[in-house]
């Protein structure tokens, strides 16, 4: 088993920052890749970032250079570092663990931009 934990949501102005965590936990062995996804109510969940073990990150294309997605296999965590936030990257941000063995979720963290 494969636990996550986000942390780092808030409610920010537009065009500030944040800086979003994931600490991975439990059997975190072999080749393995991780997300970050977000979702707003009614609509689907859309990819934000993912990044193959040791690979380079793809993004959204609704990013457009503003966040960045980084590792630390050291401490196992993952950083979504988000910069220029508009109010349309408001919702909820999941961060994603996949490997052979199996695909896991963390419970999210919630992002909120206003006008």
């Known amino acids: 088993q494969v636990h996550l934990a986000e942390s780092g949501g808030g409610l920010v102005q537009a065009g500030g920052s944040l800086n979003l965590s994931c600490i991975v936990s439990g059997d975190t062995f072999g080749i393995n890749g991780m997300g970050w996804y977000r979702e707003v109510p009614g609509k689907g969940r859309e990819k934000v970032a993912i990044?193959?073990?040791?690979?380079?990150?793809t993004y959204g294309e609704f990013v457009k250079g503003r966040f960045t997605f980084s590792r630390d296999y050291v401490k196992n965590t993952a950083y979504l570092q988000m910069t220029s936030l508009k109010p349309e990257d408001t919702a909820t941000y999941y961060c994603n663990y996949f490997s052979p063995h199996g695909d896991y979720w963390g419970q999210g963290t919630q992002v909120t931009v206003s006008a």
């Open positions: 990044m193959h073990v040791n690979g380079a990150p």
